[in-house]
């Protein structure tokens, strides 16, 4: 949760007395506080500022607090910025008002310290729970993407972006790796130690792949790569280059190799299910001819 000193306070009033007054009781709390004067100043500070929290005056000349409120509340950059009314007023309409434009609250003018304080803590202590369960979908939804071993991309994630790379039209290679008698090595090395290949092996294809490339772990040994449609001496050459790495590599270099085929896929209607049966018999010919450990298919 964020501390005190980390909230940013918009407090907007067109009159400077309640805004140093307000100020003052929040800079207490330890809160960084801005100000804006009018409607047009409060919007040039919202884009300016990553602000938390605002407290909004509801009369201000020309455009009031509830135009402001709205004006903030169709803009998605802004929207989630709670918003906390400054009111003389009593009646029960007004104040109705300030919850149907979006108000999170309102404080009756002149305002005490306190209420202030309690109020505004109030707030920003839901600002922080709604990051904190934000940034946990997020952590979730990243998860759901990534292979838990090698923190690759997994194999759900990369056959979606194969759907989507045929939706778009443009021609890309699906680069098939598989390592070679990695059942063997279960056996010498175990769990442990096989996994620890897996590792490095999705190491050296992250450091080696172009830029823009989409790479993940498929399932048990197998990777697949996904690149933009280069000239077929642009593939090999990656190739090579990832056949470098491993050779060189002073933990593998001498104790796996793997195979790869690229396939260039240009049917949109082609299913995903067809892809990976294609690549996998690219797989199985290179392994009968004894000869290669890359092709074209």
Known sequence: MQTNNNFHILVVDDE???IELASIYLKEEGYKISFALNALGAIE???KFEIDLILLDINMPQTDGFEVCEMLKD???TKDIPVIFLT????ITYISKAFEVGGADYISKPFNSIELKARVRTQLQNVSYLQEIKDKQ????QLSITDSLTK???ALYFDSQIKIKQKSGKKFWFLYLKIDRFDKLNEVYGFYGANRILKIFSKILEETSFSNSLVARLYGASFGVQVKGYDKKVIKGLYEKIALHLLNDKDLGKLIS???VAYSIKDKELQVPQIYKNVQKGIQKLKKSNENSFAFI
């Open 152 to 154: 690759l991309h997994n």
């Open 75 to 77: 803009d998605n950059s």
């Open 45 to 47: 500070s919202v884009k």
């Open 258 to 260: 793997f195979d790869m």
């Open 88 to 91: 003389a007023q009593t009646d």
């Open 16 to 18: 400077k007395l309640n």
């Open 138 to 141: 997020t952590k979730l939804a």
